[in-house]
């Protein structure tokens, strides 16, 4: 699933759930918030008619309006209450707040209830009739402070959003998760194929090249033969021309050899090795093949540094490095220091040559690639190779005229 | 100037405390007798209007046409900070009620000097009681 699709397959689902439960929880709250404002409605006339019997035996008892009224001024929920006579004249009232008595006998008619809002709050207001005395009729108008139940929705509204502000910031951060862990998987997949990929056509080139250089070999092993023989029977004038051609399919015979190792699958036949031992014979093995009387190669290790390694393979990478060294140095040094760094080894192979040019040290790894006028460019490939077959790594840092150092890592010792 | 003015407060408080001291029956914001009155302001006095309340200030204001005489209530005195002058006009927008043959208007908005201030909402509720007073810009053209 590409990325943009999985954002949408994760997020459009998310986003709908969002929805439904923003849409039904607002329905849900509304259906308390109607319901609830229902009851305290009723409560509050309740109330009222139970004030309207107390106001009622107080005129009775011949209490004045003002005294009356003045029994209900200290309740909080009570803003005002205005007594009026048959004619809707104001008997009396009382207000917390100064003058402020809100009623308008153009709007009301008989008896009723409703809900204004004020600065204070919304002031539930109700305007009902009844009869303190046989055959006298009043009106009662109170309005009752509705802060309580204000802050209850209020209340309830602020939690709503903060658990749905909560689920919506969680979602997201959940999902751009996952997101981001799908692209991370997709990248090493897709990385993983290329990497298939190559195997099998680099296995099939492989076997392909192996399959021609075995063919020619077969020719050749023949021609060399021929040469021998003909070495001996041709005239002492054409016997140079001949050892020449047999010297050069000796080195196409080489060359075949070469391309047939480095193109061969490594298998490893590990065992514990002596480092110091193992540079020593590679060292013998270079002064058979290059003068390196003005040579110095050194060898100094930490302490005794041992490796669970393929001995023939891992000669055969610091041959292939010293011979790079010393193709690069005339004279001088080529310093051999080995260490033990935590849980690997640490080969530093340094001289003091030619260098390599920037441009050029991101390449020598690669196959059939050199600067050299007789080398085929596999050396240092074969010793990547050997190395990362190890489970190890290699590093170059070099300047141009300033030398070059190897850094080889090799897990265990 | 201010001194002269407090003298006349002063005076003007003795004479009418007795007719405004308490809460009167009548004596509330009566949405249904809401009426516009300008007027030129005579006298300025702090009286005692409610129960437990600070006095409030009072401008007695001769309306234009009728010469009749209006006690304008306008607020607590801490609340309003615009002083107001003699001679000088003022319409106001309120409840009027009738006291011993004295009209009294309880104020919702003033326009004094050009501007416009709102002491009640349409309901009545004291703007001294929640939150500030509303005070409107001065309009082009709309002085009086």
């Not at chain 2, 407090?6 to 949405?31: C, F, K, M, P, R």
């Not at chain 2, 600070?54 to 607020?75: A, C, D, G, Y």
């Amino acid at each position: 699933m590409k990325g943009r699709n999985f954002l949408l397959f994760f997020y459009l689902p998310f986003l709908g759930i969002l929805i439904i439960f923003f849409v039904l929880s607002s329905l849900n709250r509304a259906y308390i918030k109607n319901k609830t404002e229902n009851l305290v409605k009723e409560q509050l006339q309740a109330a009222a008619e139970i004030l309207k019997i107390n106001i009622s035996h107080f005129l009775r008892e011949n209490y004045s309006v003002a005294e009356i009224f003045d029994s209900y001024s200290g309740k909080e929920n009570i803003y005002y209450i205005a007594l009026l006579d048959e004619d809707k004249n104001v008997l009396g009232w009382s207000s917390r707040f100064e003058g402020y008595l809100p009623l308008s006998l153009h709007t009301v008619e008989g008896e009723g209830s409703w809900i204004i809002d004020s600065p204070a709050g919304k002031i539930f207001n109700f305007f009902s009739p009844f009869s303190p005395d046989e055959g006298k009729k009043c009106y009662l108008y109170i309005g009752y402070s509705l802060e309580n139940l204000q802050e209850m929705i209020a209340y309830s509204r602020r939690n709503f959003f903060l658990i749905f502000g909560l689920i919506f910031v969680i979602g997201v951060i959940l999902f751009l998760g996952f997101y981001q862990l799908q692209r991370s998987y997709l990248g090493k997949k897709e990385e993983a194929e290329v990497e298939k990929a190559e195997k099998e056509r680099y296995r099939e080139i492989s076997a392909f090249t192996s399959g021609v250089g075995h063919e020619i070999k077969n020719p050749l092993n023949s021609l060399s033969l021929l040469f021998e023989l003909l070495h001996n029977k041709v005239p002492e004038e054409l016997q140079d021309d001949v050892a020449l051609g047999k010297e050069e399919i000796h080195k196409i015979s080489r060359i075949i050899d070469q391309f047939s190792t480095s193109l061969k699958p490594i298998k490893l036949n590990k065992e514990r090795c002596s480092l110091a031992e193992m540079v020593s014979n590679v060292k013998e093995s270079l002064s058979r093949e290059y003068d390196i009387s003005e040579v110095e190669i050194r060898y100094s290790e930490s302490s005794s540094v041992y490796l669970e390694a393929d001995k023939g393979l891992m000669s055969q990478a610091f041959l292939n490095l010293l011979r790079n060294s010393l193709d690069a140095s005339e004279r001088g040094l080529i310093s051999i220091h080995a260490q033990q760094k935590k849980k690997a080894v640490q080969v530093r192979i340094e001289d003091s040559g030619r260098g390599i040019p920037e441009e050029d040290q991101e390449r020598i790894f690669e196959p059939f690639f050199s600067t050299k006028k007789k080398g085929m460019g596999v050396g240092l490939y074969l010793t990547k190779k050997i190395i990362e077959a190890h489970e190890g790594k290699i590093e170059v840092r070099s300047q141009k005229g300033q030398g070059t150092v190897f850094v080889i890592h090799i897990p265990g010792g | 100037m201010r001194k002269s003015r407090y003298v006349i407060l002063l005076l003007s408080l003795v004479i009418l405390q007795a007719a405004v001291l308490g809460q009167e029956t009548d004596h509330y914001y009566n949405v249904d007798t809401e009426k516009k009155v300008r007027g030129t302001i005579q006298m300025i006095v702090m009286e005692p209007r409610y129960k437990d309340s600070s006095p409030f200030l009072i401008v007695i204001l001769e309306e234009r046409k009728t010469k009749e005489m209006f006690n304008v209530e306008i607020s607590p005195v801490r609340f309003f900070s615009q002083d107001f002058h003699k001679g000088e006009e003022l319409e106001v927008v309120g409840s009027i009620y009738s006291l011993d043959g004295q009209k009294n208007i309880i104020a919702r908005q003033i326009r004094y000097r050009g501007e416009i201030f709102m002491l009640r909402d349409k309901h009545g509720f004291p703007a001294w009681r929640g939150g500030e007073m509303t005070q409107k810009k001065k309009r082009k053209g709309k002085r009086f």
